[in-house]
């Protein structure tokens, strides 16, 4: 079975995600959008455009959409079968946590790493 396929998104809070958000747009000429981040579309070597986006996005700290764990970012890898990868890393031993969410943005986990992060799993619809 194939695990991880690539990164969803990367995912951040910070203490004034409107300012943060800000600089990244101005010195990284990020695309900041209104809703806090942007969606990078994947392009082969060549530079022609394939299917999937990774999202990148900064939002307020203090909130608990990263809990249990206390880090102040997650990453979302791409995964091709989130059921099967799930069974697995809870048969290694790995903290997988119970709730999953199915979605008409696709599939979700989440696993802890060892070092108490919370790591987003993510299977996309078809076709994505």
């Not at 998104?9 to 943060?20: E, N, T």
């Not at 990148?56 to 880090?71: E, L, M, T, V």
């Not at 989130?82 to 008409?104: F, H, I, P, W, Y």
Request: hydrophobic fraction near 40%; proline fraction near 5%; aromatic fraction near 12%.
């Amino acid at each position: 079975m194939k695990r991880v396929t690539g990164i969803g998104g990367i995912f951040f809070q910070a203490k004034d995600p409107v300012a943060l958000r800000a600089w990244y747009k101005q010195h990284l000429g990020i695309d900041v959008q209104a809703w806090g981040g942007t969606a990078f579309t994947w392009s082969d070597a060549a530079g022609n455009p394939t299917t999937g986006t990774t999202v990148w996005s900064i939002g307020a700290a203090g909130g608990d959409a990263f809990a249990p764990s206390q880090s102040s970012f997650m990453i979302n890898y791409r995964v091709d079968d989130l059921v099967s990868l799930l069974q697995a890393l809870r048969a290694e031993g790995c903290d997988v946590l119970d709730k999953t969410d199915d979605s008409e943005f696709g599939k979700f986990g989440w696993v802890m790493d060892p070092e108490g992060n919370k790591v987003e799993l993510w299977q996309p619809p078809e076709g994505q």
